[in-house]
DNA sequence: CCCTATAGGTCAGATCATGTCCTATTCCTA
DNA sequence: TAGGAATAGGACATGATCTGACCTATAGGG
């Protein structure tokens, strides 16, 4: 276990420096008697004393275990202190961050890509390397639609909200058509398993949304802008309105031959919760804006009998699926062993 | 967006402090001019170059833009900065780790489980609550055989590990008894989506590995230990030699009507590559040690035609699969509407 | 009861940090 | 092509700060 600013720099006689390695130090799991972090620092117990003082001072809750076999340890305070990663860690908080940028909950997806963002601008590059072919190794939930979203992009575009720079990337509409967009960034939403940028388009003079997963080589140019008043109030609600506008989502209507309780917790909860109809059974409507064959899986991950009332598409993959495991469960003709 | 310890004290005529507050601005991924930063930080600008150049000598790689318009900004370097998160970020890699944790991908995963527990040791308690209330509205992907781990025993267990505490658990073992363990933690393992801990039982005086799914109550006492040498190499070693002396893991063999590439995108990676049959077709034997039904899912997903040869189990399970989706899938009987 | 931890006070001397000057350099824009 | 705005950095005097070496008080474990 190497804690890179930890073990790095061992003869500093900065203070500033100094108060960040022992914070580097506090952050590992344990107890740390003051003699050996004095070593650590090369400094005397007595400023390892003040040093935790000062830490405290600063909010950071140290908290300290008396008598023999005592020490200190960081313990949770009212504000998240500077987390030290070393490279393992810093690695699995990209992949699994990189890896629920495609099926994110609800209220901590945007959130998510603003750290993934934070993190990948300062992630040293021998670990970029490691990110990316692991994230190969991971195998998406997504059935394969091929609208996925490729991570760097949604970190770019974060930090273009972020930092207020002009976007410019390649769009491929709906209908196939490519052009190029000039955009001075907004918002990103996501919508259930599906990324939006509200912009505003330059070249358009107006705002518009784009489906993340139909964009390709953002780049931020770098330029700053004040940002704009959206004419809709929030961003979501925007995107609400024109997905509305363009009838990029259907309807769905499925009973499930299970409580409310068991459909509910094995359904994302953005879907809502299906209403009972009975002891043993209940039926959710509601509108989905991914792919039918998503959805299938999801019904079929629920684990319970269940019966497709709309849309026609869906019943159909259903069925397609079913007769697909069927044929897959028949008794095999041996192959050549 | 508020950055804790960047709005927090605005008056502090602390060094270190500062140099804090200044790292926790300079990870907003956008550029920031000199004056703005000497306003923020309430000092002369010629103080914040200082500042910034002993951030440099530190490590931590401070860009600056000349020329008009220019401005700092943090970039990748050779080691990792600690990482200054607001509340909703540091919220989100918890929910991202937790949800991670459960089907991890190989070599990050106990690396995530470390970094998740140096997290909540110091996430603050407020917070805690909103992680356990995403958490809870997080579907995951389990096909609910009920083997699943809270990850808070993944932390405490890791902290313990970390920190060489003895770890004192309620266990319940495969055939249904129940017992207390006291343990000397050595390492989580987890394999495929199965977390162990292989540690040393102080009662039993000899080496054991515990499912950690069948764990509950585990608590470090404080306790310290130096650890002992396990006598077999690894511990990842020591768990194949133990599940393979208790048979916990059972052969399949599919064939696939689609190449291997394809295949091999669709499915988890420590599963080990199919070899290919033909230029349409491979075959997958493998050793697994979850359930059934999960396995049954995962091909599934994989979304081409199969054909099961092995085992019986997993024959008879998509086929009841397969006959619940075609049920799934007959044209509905009206409901009332 | 003793040992070993943290906790904190005081003091002198060395060190460090700050703001206010100054100039050099680079880049964008007009 | 010239000008403006930004970073970069040297010099210096003043004042604050930091450190180590003393010291005592207090709490827990064996």
Redesign the pocket.
């Known amino acids: 276990m190497s804690y890179s600013y930890g073990t790095l720099r061992p003869m500093t006689?900065?203070?500033?420096a100094?108060l960040l390695q022992l914070l580097s130090l506090l952050q590992t799991p344990r107890e740390w008697?003051?003699?050996e972090l004095a070593d650590r620092l090369g400094?005397?117990?007595?400023?390892v004393?003040?040093?935790?003082?000062r830490l405290r001072e600063l909010g950071y809750p140290v908290q300290?275990t008396?008598?023999?076999?005592?020490?200190?340890r960081l313990v949770a305070g009212k504000a998240m202190p500077p987390l030290v990663l070393d490279d393992e860690e810093a690695v699995a908080i990209a992949v699994g961050l990189r890896a629920g940028a495609g099926h994110a909950v609800e209220g901590v997806d945007e959130a998510s890509v603003r750290a993934l963002a934070k993190l990948e601008q300062v992630l040293p590059s021998r670990l970029r390397h490691r990110v990316s072919t692991l994230q190969a190794a991971t195998t998406p939930l997504t059935s394969g639609d091929g609208a996925t979203v490729a991570p760097e992009t949604l970190t770019v575009m974060a930090s273009a909200v972020a930092g207020q720079e002009r976007l410019r990337f390649a769009y491929r509409s709906g209908d196939g058509t490519e052009s190029r967009r000039l955009t001075e960034p907004y918002r990103l939403v996501s919508t259930g398993r599906r990324w939006y940028l509200v912009a505003y388009d330059l070249d358009r003079a107006d705002w518009r949304t784009f489906r993340v997963d139909r964009v390709s080589d953002p780049l931020a140019t770098g330029a700053r802008f004040s940002p704009r008043e959206l004419p809709t109030g929030s961003a979501a609600e925007y995107l609400r309105q024109s997905m509305y506008r363009r009838q990029e989502t259907y309807e769905f209507d499925v009973t499930f031959a299970a409580p409310v309780e068991f459909v509910v917790a094995r359904l994302p909860a953005w879907l809502g919760p299906p209403e009972p109809v009975d002891e043993h059974s209940c039926r959710l409507r509601a509108t989905a804006g991914d792919s039918v064959e998503w959805l299938a899986l999801r019904l079929a991950l629920v684990d319970c009998e269940f019966t497709v009332h709309e849309p026609p598409e869906l019943l159909g993959y259903v069925r397609e699926l079913g007769e697909r495991l069927t044929r897959a469960g028949k008794a095999p003709d041996r192959l050549t062993d």
Do not use: C, E, F, N
């Open positions: 006689t900065d203070t500033p100094r008697p003051g003699g400094v005397s117990r007595r400023t004393r003040r040093d935790i003082d300290a008396k008598g023999a076999d005592g020490g200190y």
